[in-house]
């Protein structure tokens, strides 16, 4: 592991694995001159860096994938057979979880659509499960994806602002669509303007007002569950740098109250989520 | 802590899931739980009407026994009247016979009593001649005095 100081070793747990497009004349990490421009991995958390915007965590992705895929595997699963007659086993739990996004849904949204449920159901699933992989220890991953020659290596998509804040901007894209499905281009834009203050001269002010209003539903929702996660996998690598003896007094009760966080996180997300595009659905 | 394409990989990840929850593991499972329920609900109501059928069948059963009771009760009445009826008519019937065969042994009685008399007469004319002939030693013809005899008699 690139890791010898304590700071060396929280970067390198923090750094995603990258893949991107290095300009020509890039000096790599390793001192080699980049003779053309390149679509690579990075080495270091610098280039990483460097790449700018044309650049994937392929961690990120891949766990926040593999997530959804088993999320929908389960579900679909379970949805084949599904069956009218006494429900056992994972049936019973895959319609706990039904039964939990309609709950969410039926209790802050106000319209009717049907896409609701099932995308607060998606959502919160999705979220649980991508958090979980908080609780797997910190070295366990990155150590094994060392062994196999792969440098960097975060697992816990939702610690990473791309994760969250790409949730975050496909319910924002819905909030935006159904803003102007249901009230019209016009009502939405009544909205904006004669809100809060119902007065032509206030137009500007009630704009932008309303227009931040706006913008940070969706960076209300990146922000928390990024923070939050992220907070919680500092600690967690911050644990993990204690001497060995120590390690379980702190670990134990963090993770415990972690399993808290996470169900929380992704319940708060979803419900949240789901009140904006309520909101979004309100013809006044 | 790069902003970069990720964040669009992201977003596309979660349309296409969203897109799949919705068509392909959700209808299936709520229909499932819909289905359910109405079955429950169904069932419900059916034992709900089970239990009124067999609140209404007591009660016709009720009913009918209470008909049948009285039905009975008026049987048993007309059969007691008819009973006593029959004693009844049996009794005149047993009284009549009884009054008649009295008045029959009364008749038998009387016309025995009207022969024995007539008997007794006859020979009590019959014991007055034979005292009369002793007493006159003569014979008295009999078919002579027939007639005063029978007068004799008749007055006895």
């Known amino acids: 592991m ?106 802050v ?12 159901l998606t959502l919160f699933i999705w979220i649980f499960l991508m958090n ?66 119902n007065h032509w001269s206030l137009v500007p002010f009630n704009l932008v007002l309303e227009l931040l209003g706006l913008i940070i539903q969706p960076v209300s929702l990146a922000l928390r569950l990024f923070g939050n996660m992220y907070a919680g996998e500092v600690i967690f690598i911050l644990i993990a740098l204690l001497p060995l003896w120590v390690q379980w007094t702190l670990h134990v009760p963090w993770a415990i109250f972690h399993i808290l966080v996470i169900t929380l996180q992704a319940f708060i997300f979803t419900t949240l989520a789901v009140v904006y595009l309520s909101a979004a659905h309100e013809d006044h | 802590m790069n902003i970069n394409l990720t964040l669009i990989g992201q977003s596309i990840a979660f349309a296409i899931f969203v897109w799949f929850c919705v068509k ?28 009124l059928d067999l609140e209404l069948a007591q009660e016709k059963a009720a009913k009918e026994m209470q008909k049948a009771k009285e039905e009975s009760a008026a049987l048993v009445d007309q059969a007691n009247k008819r009973a006593a009826q029959i004693v009844e008519a049996a009794k005149d019937d047993a009284r009549k016979e009884g009054a008649k065969l009295i008045e ?37 013809d009999a078919k002579a005095h027939s007639e005063m005899l029978e007068k004799l008699a008749a007055e006895l």
């Not at chain 1, 949204?109 to 607060?120: E, M, S, Y």
């Not at chain 1, 062994?147 to 816990?156: H, L, P, R, S, T």
């Open chain 1, 109 to 120: 949204f106000h319209g009717r659509n049907p896409i609701i449920a099932p995308l607060a």
């Open chain 2, 24 to 51: 392909y593991v959700w209808p299936p499972i709520t229909a499932a739980m819909e289905a359910r329920q109405k079955k429950i609900a169904d069932g419900l109501s059916a034992a709900d009407r089970a239990s």
């Open chain 1, 2 to 107: 690139a890791a010898d100081t304590p700071v060396e070793y929280i970067k390198h747990h923090l750094t995603n694995l990258t893949y991107g497009k290095l300009p020509a004349g890039y000096e790599r990490a390793d001192g080699t001159v980049l003779q053309e421009t390149q679509w690579t991995m990075a080495h270091s958390a610098q280039e990483a860096t460097d790449m700018g915007f044309m650049a994937v965590h392929v961690d990120t992705l891949g766990w926040s994938v593999a997530m959804g895929l088993l999320f929908l595997g389960l579900f679909r699963f379970a949805a084949k057979r599904a069956t009218e007659e006494t429900p056992t086993g994972l049936q019973n739990f895959v319609e706990i979880m039904v039964e939990f996004a309609q709950g969410i849904v039926r209790d």
């Open chain 2, 104 to 140: 029959q042994a009364r008749a038998e009685i009387q016309q025995e009593r009207v022969q024995a008399r007539d008997a007794l007469r006859a020979e009590v004319a019959a014991l007055a001649i034979a005292g009369a002939e002793k007493i006159l030693e003569t014979s008295v």
């Open chain 1, 132 to 197: 979980a992989l908080d609780l797997v220890p910190v070295d366990y991953i990155p150590v094994l994806a060392h062994a196999m020659g792969v440098e960097y290596f975060k697992i816990v998509p939702t610690t990473d602002p791309n994760a969250t804040f790409g949730i975050a901007l496909g319910v924002f894209i819905l909030i935006l669509y159904y803003s102007f499905k249901v009230k019209g281009p016009g009502g939405f834009m009544k909205e904006l303007s004669f809100k809060p203050f």
